[in-house]
């Protein structure tokens, strides 16, 4: 019996691209295999995954009983069984993986196998490999990903041990000896413990399952008929069962897309494919035409030991096969380097794809409202169906969001990944709250989290989840939960005693014992440290719907082989082992969008059928990604042992293309740029529109989507913003000046209005970068503490940093401003001790004073207040940088200091009574080269008109003209009937807090135009 299997003619055969593959299978399938009694029933399909088989079943579906019967009765379906698709993750059908096959260890567990790999690392690298848990199990997963590589493609760990692969090792640059040698350490430790257990690797048990089928069918060829449809994967025993498959009594293997209309010098150049010419040659030669869609196919029958002019073409079509002189197009399409030179000689009508259109956007925002038109005009077309095939998850959740506008569900079938679920975010926001002690942006995202605070009570949540959110805003406070407590309790102080406190008791009681997880502990006891703390925010809730279902999923698997390896993590490690272990898990939606709307990925989309296939995201490292070459193993040494290159995937994508082209109407979709910058077209596009030639691509261009996505959401031509200039009532207009103020008044009105008699303020961001403010308040709060404890000579670097360590900064800006601030301040200790041996004492410091002219309240608090040796005032003014020049003072827009003298010489400071007379700016920023003191920190200056100076105010006329600017603008626009117009002096540097309030870019520019428009109240 094996003899006769043996010698059997194989049975190949291929489906053009034009034909659909699934209807075109079906097509054949039935009238083939069906009887009157249950012929069809008894066929055994063999398919790649679950997505393939779903695919023929609606294939089987559509195809009615037309071809059965006259179109009366029903329909038997054939067996499917699963192969299983190891870039989906799919096991083998029982089929092929019976209870029976106790001879085969079983395979080890992947997560399992990697937190060991990570364990075996450490001890192979010793004290040499100072590298966190995170790193190393990063590095673990390549690992694993190189042992599999290998495994599939039937390459044993003591082959690479070979003399002739250790001798162009040792030809490796440094980098790649090293890896390599590591590789094979920790290998070896590896295959050592799986002999002990008794246990192989995934691919292994995979390839001896297919050796075993194999050689079970061999002997006793299986009493009904098997083929084997839409399987592409070369792997050498993949290829030796489907070998046997293609030679069974009513057997057949049917590939998709295998060209047999090329030329055959063109299939020779495509490569050896596996086959060396010469005993010794390496199976893939350095000019093998990897990328060519036609390559992979290639492989797998060299590998079957099958020549392509056995293969035969499927005798049906499908219902909605394309043109036929497509697949012929497509061929030429993809013609490697050399023969791609007969593009010049093709005709017109060789070269045209009909009914494939090419469609250019500006950005993916505008790809994907093209998209969403093509699929919504397409489903004004009775029972056409249509499908978006995109490697791009962004482009297809755009694609998603912009057809909810029609009411259009459509589920995208590659799912996303874990950690883009809202339970995967949860998961990873109580890692990052446990790892990095509470700071303040994952903490809110925690608490504000959609699944947070449950139902009913979640709108009270939210408020106290809101009123945190605004205390927290600024720099980041130290770690862990005390400092947000004493936070809470400030905030408590000033509001009156309120829910929050009790709430926040609440969160603490939830989030504590994850603040208080020791440094580095088992991995298992801080995933089940996550998991009730997420159960306490969440409830039963985390676990719902196909995202908890999955997350639950992922973290049993996770604990159990975390503490059956006892692997220990540092919890700050915690949220990126979790990242990049999530990210390897998708989640795929239940079924149940629009029955003729489909969104798919590249690896569902094989096998599938639409009327028109929209092929989107076509730019280079989307379609086709990046290649990504193996970490470990050097490119030569995986070349001279068989196995693909990098490239290998790009030949893939291309096929993927050449699928999708087969359909009746495809449009080929990129944008010019993504989120990040400009990006160039997928080089399959370029391929197309040097084919196509310059007129050819014009007349398949499509445009008009683009034009509706430009078009769809804009409305009518306003005319530009008027220059927004306000008037409140007369009681609206009187209010409070601050000392700060006064010059935000007179130069842009409209800044004032919205921070005085709005009361809006600029919210810091979380977690924010210290600002100049924030230096401000640390400078003010140093010097202050220094001359409230008696200025004692020497002590104020030691203030400094008493103070700075218990302020809220990032450690970054600690260790880069400090060291220039501490020079500084020691220029101050030397100044004000100078001063004192003169007669100059200070008399008070950060104290606030106010008074009243007209009846407005003027107020505001004084750095410094100096006595001098002749009895007047000196009012002293800080700055962390440049302080405001000479001609700002004389012109009116930088009056503190005089606002200050003038409360002063009202008595409106307590204790303080005295004329000022000295108005001084004390600068901690980098002296002039040509400064007094020499290079370094810190100077002061006045902006008083005396001496060798050019501008400023002259010091008797210094409070008088202060005075007369405060008195105009109080009566312009307090208590007068001026207009708070935006920018009224845009050539004086002003804050951009209301900037987009008041909609500076829409009118800004008309500013001194004579066509800019008529302003308005």
Request: with cysteine.
């Amino acid at each position: 019996m094996s003899d006769r299997v043996t010698a059997r003619l194989p049975k190949v055969y291929s489906i053009p691209a034009h034909r659909g593959f699934a209807d075109a299978l079906v097509a054949g399938l039935i009238p083939r295999y069906a009887d009157p009694d249950l012929g069809l029933a008894r066929l055994t399909l063999l398919l790649p995954n679950q997505r393939a088989a779903r695919n023929l079943t609606e294939a089987f579906v559509r195809s009615g009983t037309d071809g059965f019967r006259g179109g009366a009765g029903g329909l038997l379906l054939p067996r499917m069984v699963i192969v299983g698709d190891l870039d989906l993750d799919e096991a083998l059908g029982p089929l092929l993986d019976p209870i029976g096959a106790a001879d085969i260890p079983p395979a080890a567990d992947p997560t399992r196998r990697w937190l060991r790999l990570a364990q075996i690392l450490a001890q192979v690298e010793g004290a040499e490999g100072a590298q966190g848990g995170a790193v190393r199990l990063r590095r673990a997963a390549e690992i694993a990903q190189s042992i599999d590589r290998l495994a599939v493609e039937g390459i044993a760990p003591e082959d690479l041990l070979k003399e002739d692969v250790l001798a162009i090792i040792g030809e490796q640059a440094e980098h790649w000896r090293q890896s390599t040698r590591a590789f094979l350490t920790v290998q070896a430790h590896w295959r050592a413990e799986l002999d002990a257990r008794g246990e192989v690797d995934p691919p292994v048990r995979r390839n001896r399952l297919f050796d075993r089928a194999a050689q079970v069918w061999r002997d006793n060829p299986p009493p009904h008929a098997v083929v084997a449809a839409g399987i592409t994967s070369a792997s050498p025993s993949l290829a030796r069962f489907l070998r046997v498959v293609a030679g069974l009594p009513g057997g057949a293997v049917v590939l998709p897309d295998l060209d047999l209309s090329m030329d055959d010098e063109v299939w020779e150049e495509l490569g050896h494919a596996g086959v060396a010419p010469e005993l010794g040659d390496a199976p893939f030669g350095r000019a093998d035409a990897l990328t060519h869609p036609q390559y992979h196919l290639k492989l797998l029958l060299n590998r079957m030991g099958v020549a392509r002019g056995e293969l035969d073409l499927w005798h049906r079509a499908g219902p909605s096969a394309a043109p036929s002189e497509r697949s012929k197009a497509i061929s030429n399409l993809f013609l490697p380097a050399k023969a791609s030179a007969r593009w010049v000689d093709l005709a017109e009508r060789q070269r045209r794809l009909a009914a494939v259109r090419l469609m250019e956007s500006e950005h993916p925002g505008e790809e994907a409202q093209a998209i969403a038109i093509l699929m919504r005009e397409a489903l004004e077309t009775p029972e056409k169906r249509v499908a978006l095939v995109t490697p791009d998850r962004g482009l297809a959740s755009r694609v998603v969001a912009h057809l909810q506008r029609w009411g259009i569900k459509a589920d995208d079938t590659a799912g996303r990944a874990l950690p883009q679920t809202a339970a995967g975010r949860l998961l990873l926001l109580l890692a990052e709250v446990a790892g990095e002690g509470a700071p303040p942006v994952p903490l809110i995202a925690l608490l504000g989290h959609p699944m947070v605070g449950g139902t009913e009570g979640r709108a009270l949540w939210l408020d106290h989840v809101r009123m945190l959110d605004l205390a927290l805003r600024g720099p980041r406070p130290d770690a862990g939960l005390a400092p947000l407590r004493a936070i809470i309790e400030r905030m408590e102080a000033k509001r009156g005693p309120g829910p929050l406190t009790a709430w926040w008791d609440e969160v603490e009681g939830i989030l504590g014992p994850l603040m208080s997880l020791p440094e580095e502990a088992p991995l298992a006891d801080l995933l089940d440290a996550l998991i009730v703390a997420g159960e306490a925010l969440c409830g039963e809730e985390l676990w719902a719907e196909a995202p908890g279902r999955c997350l639950s999923t992922f973290v049993d698997g996770l604990r159990l082989a975390a503490s059956a390896e006892g692997t220990v993590l540092q919890v700050r490690d915690l949220a990126s082992v979790l990242r990049h272990a999530m990210d390897k898990v998708a989640v795929r939606p239940p079924w149940g969008g629009h029955p003729r709307v489909a969104i798919y990925g590249l690896l569902e989309a094989r096998m599938t059928r639409s009327d028109l296939v929209i092929c989107g995201g076509l730019t280079e490292g989307s379609w086709p990604g990046s290649p990504s070459p193996d970490p470990l193993l050097p490119p030569a040494v995986l070349r001279h042992l068989g196995v693909p290159g990098a490239e290998f995937r790009i030949g893939l994508a291309a096929h993927d293309l050449a699928g999708c082209l087969g359909a009746p109407q495809v449009v080929l979709s990129w944008a010019h740029r993504d989120e990040g910058g400009p990006v160039i077209p997928s080089r399959f596009v370029l391929r197309v529109q040097a084919m196509l030639g310059e007129k050819l691509a014009k007349d398949h261009a499509e445009t008009l989507a683009v034009t509706y996505a430009r078009d769809i959401d804009v409305g009518k031509l306003a005319a530009p913003h008027p220059r927004p200039q306000p008037m409140p009532s007369a009681e609206q207009r009187k209010v409070d000046i601050p000392v700060t103020a006064l010059d935000r008044l007179r130069a842009d009105p409209y800044q004032f209005y919205a921070q005085a008699i709005l009361r809006l303020k600029a919210l810091d961001p979380l977690d924010a970068e210290p600002s100049a403010a924030w230096r401000g308040t640390a400078v003010h709060a140093i010097l202050d503490a220094w001359h409230k404890d008696g200025a004692p000579r020497g002590r104020l670097v030691e203030t400094a940093n008493n103070v700075l360590d218990g302020m809220s900064a990032h450690p970054l800006e600690r260790s880069l401003w400090r060291p220039r601030l501490l020079a500084a301040l020691e220029w101050i200790d030397e100044e004000v001790a100078e001063l004192a041996a003169q007669g100059r004492r200070v008399l008070a410091t950060e104290i606030r004073g106010e008074m009243r002219i007209d009846g407005i309240r003027i107020h505001g608090r004084a750095d410094r207040i100096d006595r001098m040796p002749d009895g007047k005032l000196a009012v002293v003014d800080y700055k962390t940088g440049g302080p405001p020049s000479g001609k700002m003072v004389e012109a009116g827009f930088a009056l503190q200091l005089g606002l200050i003298g003038m409360i002063a010489a009202d008595g409106g400071f307590k204790d303080v009574d005295g004329v000022p007379n000295v108005f001084e700016y004390w600068s901690l920023s980098r002296r002039k080269p040509n400064h007094a003191k020499g290079p370094g920190f810190g100077w002061r200056d006045e902006p008083v008109l005396e001496g060798r100076k050019k501008s400023g105010i002259p010091r008797e006329e210094f409070l008088h003209r202060t005075e007369e600017y405060l008195t105009d603008a109080i009566g312009q626009w307090l208590l007068g009937q001026a207009p708070f117009t935006a920018r009224l002096r845009p050539d004086i540097p002003s804050y951009n807090d209301y900037d987009q309030l008041m909609r500076l870019d829409e009118w800004i520019g008309w500013i001194g135009s004579d066509e800019a428009p008529e302003e308005e109240a």
